[in-house]
Every structure is written in C-alpha cells, then in structure tokens.
C-alpha cells in the first residue's frame, strides 16, 4: 500500500539512452511517488519505449541512473515480482494455449494469484483452451495484462498497451486495467501517444518529448498551475518573475499564452483561463518540437 | 521453468525421437547383419593361417556403409546445434516474447541456464544414444579392421559425440543470444560448427597427449608394406605405415623418406629409383624401387600414440569439448544479464 515512506515508484536522475549516435533519453531526471496512476504521453519516437524498458530492466542506461521501486531494475527474482510488464504489441507464445500461459504465470512467479487470473479471463470472456496464436489483439492484450497482473506486483508498466486496439477493444481494455490496479493497490506507468487514454485513467502526467523530459506531476497540481492567457502582442513578453510561457500563438491582434507559474501569484497582466490537459500536453510537445528543429 | 523450457521444446523434441527411433530400427538391424558376416567370416578363418582374403571380404562388404554412417553420426550434434540451439534463444527476440517471459519472477541468467540445460541434455542424450548404437552396431568390424583412431571413426564412436552435441548446441544458442536472428543464427552454426569438426581433429587431437616418438628403417620389406610412395612439395613421402610392434597404434606425424644422415632424402635420388631402378626381378608392391630405395638405408620419424591411450583420448576429447561448452554458456549467461539490446 502506498504511503509516505516507501520509495518512490521510479527515480531517474540524469538517466541517458543512446542506441550507437541517436540518442533516446538524454538526462532525464524526475522522481515518482507511490500510488498513482502515471500517464507516459509524448510523440512517436520521443523514448517512451525506451524510458519503460529501463524501467524494466531490458535496457542498460548509457549513463545516469534509474531506480524502480527503490531498488536496480530487475536486480533479483524478488525484485521483478514486484514489477509487471506488458509490452508493446502485447506479445505472448502463438503455440499456448490460454490455459498453458496461466500455467506458464503460475511456475515462474512465486507470488501468482490463480484465481485472480483465472476469474478475469472468464470476464473478458477468454477460452482456455484456444491457442493464443488465434486471437483477436484486444484479447491478446488481455491476456497479456492478466498474465502481468496476476503475479501481485506492486508496479505495473504498460508500454502503448492499446494502441494497435480499436476504440471498443481499447475501452474494454482500459477499464479492465483500471480494475486490476484498484485490486492490487498498485501503482501503474502507462505510455501513449493517444491523450485520450491518458486523460481517462492517469493522475499523474510525464510528458516526454525530443527525448527530454518536457514536464512532470500530478495531473491535478499541472492544471492549477498552467492558464491561458489572451493579450495584445508585446505584452507578453513581459511577464512578471516566476511566470514562464511555455507556448504563444499569435492570432492577428491577440497572442494567446500557455503559462506557468503558482496559482494567481504573482499576478498575471490578464485574467488567467484555466486550461485543458490535451492544451497543456500539446503546448510542451509543440515547444518542444519547435527546439529540435533549431 | 523445467515445466516451460520442456513445453517450448516438445515438438523439436517429438521430432528428434521419432528420428532417433528410425535410426535406432536401422543400426540394430544393421549390428545384427554385421553379426552374422561376423561369423561367417570367423567360420572361413577357422584353422586357416591366412585370414587375408576372407577379412578383406568382410571389410569391403560393410566398410563404406560404416564409413557413411559415421559421417552421418558426425553430423547430427551440428544439426541439433543448427535446429535446438540457434532458435532457442533467436526465436525469443524475434517474436519479441523476451520482453513477457523475461518479466516473470525469474532472472534471465537462471531463464537462459535452465534451457540450457533442459535442451542442451537432450541433444547430449540423442547424440550419445546414437553413438552407443552404432558403437555396438560396429564393433566386430572396429575389432577385425582396427582403425579406432581413424578421422571418422574415432568422433563417431562411445562417448566423443556426447561433447561434440554439448558443444553444438551451446555454440548455436550463444549465437541465436549475440545475432538476435534465427536465420542467420542457424547458418552460422551448422557452417561454425562443421569448420571446426574438420579442423579439430587435424589441429588438436594429436596434440592432446604427448606424443612417443620412435624412428622406422625403411628397409625393401617394410618400403612394400606401405600403402603409397611419392613425393610432395619436394619432400618423398611414404604413406600408410605401421609400427612393426604396435601395429594398432595411431600415427599422428610422419617425417618425409630421410636418409642416415638425418637429411630429407634428396628428390632426384627419390626419383631415379621411382622411375628406372636397377632391375633385380623383385616382387613386392612396389618391386625394384623397394629394393633400390631400401639400399640408400632410408628411415622415417614417427610420432604416435599407442593403441591402449584410446580410451584417455575419448575422454580427454570429450573433456575438451564439454570445457568449450562450459566456457560459451558462461558468456551467454553474462551477455543476457548485461548486454541485450
């Protein structure tokens, strides 16, 4: 359960990826407390898979460090019990039957919950006994789920579970997460390129983009402290201290600013709009975006 | 881990017995058939004092089928190695079921071991039950024809093999583990593997032992027991001779024809006898140029290994192989827990 002295869910600080000259992760630092429900939201490409695969310890970080859990991603068998993964594409063994990839949970973690297992499957309406080369991709990753959901771990980490699902596979797919994590009591990463998703289950956002870490909390933190703000243009640029613009467009006689900076203090030019979670991500890609192409 | 490493291998595995089980049909039959020539041929022999004629009957009649079968035997550790230890590991990263299967509660060292084991026994035990059937499916022809150490024979006999499937398979799963590809995984092992069952037995196995060395007169007589004169790269070579008093031992060098000086006999001495030697009207395989090379007082150096080190060169073979194999898990074992992708 989740409380303030465990260690945070992950710790990277100055976390960097390369794969030969392209550079994945470049000094990614950001702390992760317990309990939530993390959103990974960035563009293709902008190291989501790889930040979550050395989270799970399939990846060596070139420099920096990454702790899950408060411990070396993947140290020990004790130490990957308490972490479940599913992967992009949700791969499983074609030549198992359903049956055969419980079985497979149960011999290789100490801690599985058969019935868990097994009561789901009969709910998203799985056949045991059919091979799992044959079904559809919104029941492969179902089963994927239950099969890193029923070792009990303590953190789940979804790497764009849903995004080769349609819309109803999808939903189905992402209440039946939401319910494993409220059963388990854990704490759960999920990346996506798709905002809807994020905003449907996530309370605590990364926004990751041109390999950097663009910005980092809780969802309901990001929304107190981010407005929009309308002015003529000039006036923008001179903000008071402690007010950052992430993003500005100009429409004709009006600029129209994404800010940061505390709740109402210190006073902004303009009446302060509160914004919307799709503008606030879409200000710090495009911010992002506009850097890369520097 | 046991339950899963068996459930991914059961169909290589059906298909190795249901091989092994043909062949196992064939070589009993086949011993029992060389069984009976066996005793045919003892049953010519009987009271005879000259066995040559019959032994050469009953060599020819089966000495291809060996030799073929022992090729045959010396290619299965490379075929498990290229079918059970390429995919085993390539298979994985292909289809990308590393990224489930290495997230359970068991680390990638103990999941790669495990394996390893599982399907590395089963190799050992398909190649050395083969090995065992035509071990005894030929042994009254190894006992007349008494060629233990030859190439084929000796990797294709008792408990060689064993090591030779331990090191095949290791071999193509440490390269399905670096190369991350089936494919190229497979062609890598079987080419890999095949190279160095050529050159083992040339480069290393006569080193494996010390050597007693001993130097033979090459008199006219013992000039017409061999097999073949001539000379290569300016050196006159005699070919398959034996130690008059260990007979069954296993040469492993021969010096060139060398004159009692110690110097390599000269090319055109060589010749002159091999093209016009003095007539003396001798019999004999290679007639009067045995008599003419006989009077320069010829010797070769020899280096050998006597018959009764058979057994400490299976065993040392195997050891050697089994080491290799050792040494290739133990950087597979290192290469999946640091460096995967």
Known sequence: MPNTTSPPVLHAEGLTKRYGRRTALSDVSLSVPPGRIIGLVGPNGAGKSTLLHLACGLVEPTSGSLAVLGSRPAADAAHLARVGFVAQDTPVYGSFTVAEHLRLGARLNPAWDQGLAERRIAQVGLNPDQKAGRLSGGQRAQLALTIAAAKRPELLIFDEPAAALDPLARSGFLRNLMEFVTELGASAVLSSHLLDDIERVCDHLIVLSGSRVQVAGDVRDLLATHHRVTAPPGELERLPPGVETVRVEHHGRASVAVVRGDAGRPPLPRPAEPVSLEELVLSYMTRAAGEGRR | ?341
């Open chain 2, 1 to 341: 881990m046991i339950w899963l490493s068996w459930r991914q291998f059961r169909v290589q595995a059906l298909a190795g017995a249901v091989a092994l089980v043909l062949a196992a049909a064939y070589l009993v039959y086949l011993g029992g058939d060389i069984r009976d020539a066996h005793d045919v041929y003892r049953s010519k022999c009987g009271g005879r004092a000259d066995c040559a004629e019959p032994r050469a009957q009953f060599r020819s009649a089966y000495e291809s089928t060996l030799l073929f079968l022992a090729a045959g035997l010396g290619l299965v550790p490379a075929v498990l190695g290229t079918f059970w230890g390429a995919p085993l590991v390539a298979r994985e990263l292909e289809a990308g079921t590393h990224r489930m299967v290495w997230n359970q509660s068991v680390t990638r060292g103990r999941w790669l071991l495990v394996k390893l084991l599982v399907v590395g026994a089963a190799a050992m035990v398909v190649t050395g039950t083969a090995a065992a059937l035509l071990t005894w499916a030929a042994a009254p022809f190894d006992e007349v024809v008494e060629n233990r150490f030859g190439t084929f024979e000796f990797g294709a006999r008792n408990v060689a093999p064993v090591g030779y499937a331990a090191l095949a398979f290791t071999f193509g799963a440490v390269a399905g583990l670096v190369l991350r590809r089936t494919l190229p995984a497979m062609a890598v092992t079987l080419a890999g593997f095949l190279v160095f069952q050529f050159l083992f037995p040339n480069l290393v196995r006569p080193g494996l032992m010390p050597p007693e060395r001993t130097t033979l007169p090459m008199t006219a007589q013992a000039i017409n027991q061999a097999r073949s004169l001539g000379s290569i790269g300016g050196g006159a070579v005699v070919g398959g001779v034996r130690i008059p008093d260990e007979p069954d031992a296993w040469i492993s060098d021969l010096s060139p024809l060398r004159t009692a000086d110690g110097r390599n006999l000269g090319e055109r001495r060589f010749n002159a006898c091999l093209d016009s030697p003095p007539r003396t009207g001798a019999t004999g395989t290679f007639g009067d140029t045995a008599v003419c090379l006989g009077k320069l007082r010829l010797h070769v150096a020899v280096a050998y290994h006597p018959a009764d080190r058979y057994w400490a060169f299976q065993w040392a073979e195997t050891a050697v192989y089994l080491a290799l194999s050792g040494l290739l898990a133990a950087f597979g074992l290192w290469r999946v827990r640091r460096r995967v992708t």
